[in-house]
């Protein structure tokens, strides 16, 4: 029963985390999810400077949420679905087990 707990939490890929705990990566993410975009509309939609959204996108691409796509002098940027479900598919577990151990409490020693 406690593997099953820590797997769950183990599975959860911390950099992805991390990653998402950024307010402007966030805010990232969330255009990536309406379509694919290049550096220079993520410049214009956050209004960060282009050296600091690289720097985000950096981190976003090396924990596995976004793709690139050259075109040209422009990069674009895709968000990878699956990678989100994933995280969703073990935080909902982890929601579930939760409401079962409702009622559970352990009893103090």
């Known amino acids: 029963m406690m593997?099953?707990?820590?797997?769950?939490?183990?599975s959860?890929?911390?950099?992805?985390?991390?990653a998402l705990g950024d307010p402007l990566r966030l805010r990232i993410v969330a255009l990536l999810a309406r379509e694919t975009l290049c550096t220079t509309h993520l410049v214009e939609e956050t209004g960060a400077k282009q050296t600091n959204l690289s720097n985000h996108m950096k981190v976003l691409r090396e924990a596995g949420l976004v793709e690139t796509e050259p075109c040209g002098r422009f990069t674009?940027?895709?968000?990878?679905?699956e990678v989100l479900d994933g995280l969703s598919e073990r935080f909902a577990g982890l929601a579930a087990s939760a409401r079962a151990a409702a009622g559970n409490r352990r009893a103090c020693p």
């Open 12 to 18: 959860v890929d911390p950099d992805v985390i991390r």
């Open 3 to 10: 593997c099953e707990y820590q797997c769950m939490l183990t």
């Open 76 to 81: 674009y940027y895709r968000l990878k679905p």
